[in-house]
């Protein structure tokens, strides 16, 4: 009776982070405050139990616009800057948020959460991200999705993620940023793919800002 009493504890915290999704009621709650670069908050702590609104200033916005590179000619050049991009703001957000140590795929229960994020930040901070590239005329060949959710417990555990939609075809990719530690640039599937259960072969750790980034094509 102890064991079933404690798996129904930990289902239960577990229920109260991925497995919600509250993602979508954040960004309602949080994302008309975040219009520019300078009014940016992040989420932190797992389920956002802590909420920093710290904004970039002209010289960090830079920093991103300079990650993005030259304009895309192509939606796979634009996904690839996306990702570059996203990899860059953590890069800026980590030291100001206490996340620049943020680990690899977060366990969903985690008595230790100072500093890390689980994917329900993850998700909303990728989804704040995209949102402010799409504001400031980045994206050319994408618009922002809503987030998106997959597994219940009986199929999977239960995880999050930001999106992005292709204009011309309308095909769906995530923009996962859990998977890899801060910093790392995150993975950019179709949609379809990562609801069956998709992941990286490889998580890679935190990476400071002094290392270069591997951009897989």
């Given at each position: 009776m102890?064991?079933?009493?404690?798996?129904?504890?930990?289902l239960?915290?577990?229920?109260?982070?991925?497995?919600?999704?509250?993602t979508?009621?954040?960004?309602?709650?949080f994302?008309?405050?975040?219009?520019?670069?300078?009014?940016?908050?992040?989420?932190?702590?797992?389920g956002?139990?802590?909420?920093?609104?710290?904004?970039?200033?002209?010289g960090?916005?830079g920093r991103i616009?300079?990650?993005?590179?030259s304009?895309p000619?192509?939606?796979a050049e634009e996904?690839?800057a996306?990702?570059?991009a996203i990899?860059?703001?953590?890069?800026?957000?980590g030291p100001?948020t206490?996340?620049?140590?943020?680990?690899p795929?977060?366990?969903?229960i985690?008595f230790s959460?100072?500093?890390q994020?689980?994917?329900i930040?993850e998700?909303f901070?990728t989804?704040t991200y995209?949102?402010l590239?799409?504001?400031n005329?980045f994206?050319r060949?994408h618009q922002?999705?809503?987030?998106l959710?997959r597994?219940y417990?009986?199929?999977?555990?239960?995880?999050n993620?930001?999106t992005?939609?292709d204009?011309?075809?309308?095909?769906?990719?995530?923009?996962?940023s859990?998977?890899h530690?801060?910093?790392?640039p995150?993975?950019i599937?179709p949609?379809e793919?990562?609801?069956?259960?998709?992941?990286?072969?490889t998580?890679?750790p935190?990476?400071?800002?002094?290392?270069?980034?591997?951009?897989?094509?």
């Amino acid at each position: 009776m102890r064991a079933i009493g404690y798996l129904s504890l930990c289902l239960g915290v577990a229920a109260a982070g991925c497995a919600t999704s509250p993602t979508r009621e954040l960004l309602a709650d949080f994302g008309a405050q975040t219009t520019a670069w300078s009014e940016m908050g992040v989420c932190a702590g797992y389920g956002c139990t802590t909420y920093y609104k710290l904004g970039l200033d002209a010289g960090e916005a830079g920093r991103i616009l300079a990650a993005f590179g030259s304009t895309p000619a192509s939606p796979a050049e634009e996904r690839q800057a996306i990702r570059r991009a996203i990899a860059e703001i953590e890069l800026i957000v980590g030291p100001k948020t206490g996340t620049a140590g943020d680990e690899p795929g977060a366990a969903i229960i985690n008595f230790s959460r100072r500093g890390q994020m689980d994917c329900i930040d993850e998700s909303f901070n990728t989804t704040t991200y995209l949102r402010l590239l799409e504001k400031n005329g980045f994206l050319r060949f994408h618009q922002v999705g809503e987030p998106l959710r997959r597994g219940y417990f009986l199929d999977r555990w239960p995880h999050n993620t930001a999106t992005i939609i292709d204009r011309a075809d309308d095909q769906r990719y995530v923009v996962d940023s859990w998977f890899h530690g801060n910093g790392v640039p995150p993975e950019i599937v179709p949609a379809e793919e990562w609801l069956k259960g998709w992941h990286p072969e490889t998580q890679l750790p935190a990476r400071s800002s002094d290392q270069t980034a591997v951009i897989a094509q």
